[in-house]
Structure formats: structure tokens, C-alpha cells
């Protein structure tokens, strides 16, 4: 089981997600609202995982993946957003994530995509 | 340059709406587009998300204070939702975020590229848009035991 640290600006998906990664046996050791304080939150709690949305105010997501991708090359991020084209998918990877989910979410694909990525080093 | 909005690019933001309502078990029908002189009249909820890129404006959701529980609720697998708290307040603009997140999925694959403001949501009686300097459409998204959403497009190409 995996900790794991939730970042997206709405309380609401924060809670959804720490929801589903708790009732799944994971543990949620950190949250952030934007993508700043997801920088500083990693360096603190060091999550195996993070679940990254991508418009958020402050700094978005992917400028945040670039980043805690700097600090931690090692850094396994899923990104969870509602802006899923393609274009927004092909710089997330590029950024260094691992997997992008699109909201709305089923439970299941959310820990489907965590599986996999703490399968991998 | 301004030009008219085709059903082309209002039909995403509708879609959009009535599919992720679909997830959260509710049975949605698009209604027909107008363009009143005072577009979300009388709605208690607001959400306002800015759009830019190929279009540039704004995106409106508004529903009545007992819709936006009823949605909520709907939103949190079914869960009783007494009262419009944070929590609520917040789940009502993720909904605004994924309605014109997916919509902006939807026109990348017609090469129309946007890019969408985190949302703001405005709550009251009365309230009610009295002057957008873009022209705005409103379409109706109706529901069963529901007032229903108004989703409005005040959008330039």
C-alpha cells in the first residue's frame, strides 16, 4: 500500500479521491491546493505517489510535475484533471507523469493507474 | 473579430454537462438554446469559469440552492447533503470544471485549442446576469425532480 499525497484546488475532489485511496488501504500523508504548495508538501511528506489536477491557481500542474520531477527524478506522479486533451496528456508525460486520469473518475480506474505505477521503479 | 457562436461550439459544453450529469445517475435532456435579456435569472447558485485560446469569454452554470444539494448529494454517491457548506459549495464548481474541462476535450479534436480559468461561484437571491458585453446563449439542461441547470456561453470565436 502506497502513500500517497492528493493535489487539486477543489476540497471537494480532495476529499473523493482520499476516500477511495483510504477504502483501497492506501494512506493519504499529504494534501495541496496548488501546485506551489504540492512542491513544498512532497519535500516535506515524501509520498511513494502523487495525484496531480492540472488547473489550479498559483501554479498549475504540470509546471508542478516539472518541478517535483527536478527536486526527485525518482517522483511517481498521476495527473487527474478534466482537461484531457491530447495536447494537455502529451505534455503531462513529457513533464514526467506516469499516467493521466480524466475527471469525472471511476474509483477503479483511479487505482488501477496507482497499481501500475507503483509496480514500476 | 467577432463572430456568431455555431451550435458547434456550444454542443461540447452541453454534451459535456448532460454526460457527467449522466455519471452521477441523473437522467439529462438538453433543451433548446435562447438568448434572454437576462440569462440565470432567479438561479441561487453561479459558477463562472474564463475561457481563452481560439475563443475567449466566459462559461455559466446556474442552478436553484435545492438543485445544487440534489447534485451534490448526487455527486457523493448518494450521500444526504442538508445543508450548501464549503464542501458542497466546492464539489458544485468541480462540476462547472469538468463541464468546460471535457467540453475543451471535446473542441481540441476539432483543432479548437482552450484553456479554462479555475472556477468561481457566486451564491444569493435574485441573482442574474444584467450585462455581458458578449453576446451569451443559454441552453437548459433538464433533469427529473429537478429545476434543472442553465448552462450559459458568453464566448467570442
Redesign the interface.
Known amino acids: 500500500m502506497a502513500k500517497i499525497m492528493v493535489v487539486d ?5 480532495r ?2 479521491l482520499g476516500e477511495i485511496l483510504r477504502n483501497a488501504g492506501h494512506e493519504v500523508v499529504g494534501e495541496a491546493a496548488n501546485g506551489l504548495e504540492a512542491i513544498e508538501q512532497y519535500a516535506i511528506c515524501k509520498p511513494d505517489l502523487v495525484t496531480m489536477d492540472i ?3 498559483v501554479m498549475e500542474g504540470i509546471d508542478a510535475v516539472k518541478q517535483i520531477k527536478r527536486n526527485d527524478p525518482s517522483a511517481r506522479i498521476i495527473m487527474c ?7 494537455m496528456v502529451v505534455q503531462s508525460i513529457q513533464a514526467g507523469a506516469r499516467d493521466f486520469i ?3 473518475f471511476q474509483s477503479d480506474r483511479v487505482l488501477e493507474a496507482i497499481g501500475k505505477a507503483m509496480a514500476s521503479a | 473579430m467577432t463572430t456568431t457562436l455555431t451550435p458547434q461550439v456550444i454542443h461540447p459544453f452541453l454534451e459535456s454537462a448532460a454526460n457527467i450529469l449522466g455519471m452521477f445517475q441523473f437522467a439529462p435532456r438538453i433543451g433548446e438554446p435562447a438568448e434572454p435579456a437576462k440569462p440565470l435569472a432567479g438561479k441561487e447558485v453561479i459558477t463562472v469559469i474564463g475561457v481563452t485560446g481560439h475563443m475567449r469569454g466566459q462559461v455559466y452554470t446556474g442552478m436553484s440552492q435545492k438543485d445544487a444539494l440534489k447534485i451534490v448529494s448526487g455527486m457523493m454517491g448518494g450521500a444526504e447533503v442538508p445543508e450548501l457548506n464549503e464542501m458542497a459549495l466546492s464539489a458544485i464548481s468541480e462540476l462547472a470544471n469538468m463541464i468546460c474541462g471535457n467540453a475543451a476535450i471535446h473542441l481540441s479534436q476539432e483543432g479548437v485549442t482552450l484553456d479554462i480559468s479555475p472556477p468561481t461561484i457566486i451564491t444569493g437571491n435574485a441573482l442574474g446576469v444584467v450585462a455581458a458585453r458578449l453576446k451569451t446563449t443559454s441552453i437548459p439542461i433538464c433533469m427529473d425532480g429537478l429545476d434543472g441547470l442553465e448552462i450559459c456561453v458568453a464566448l467570442e470565436v
Open positions: 484546488d477543489a476540497a471537494f475532489m476529499m473523493m488547473t489550479m491557481p484533471s478534466a482537461m484531457g486533451q491530447q495536447s480524466v475527471k469525472p
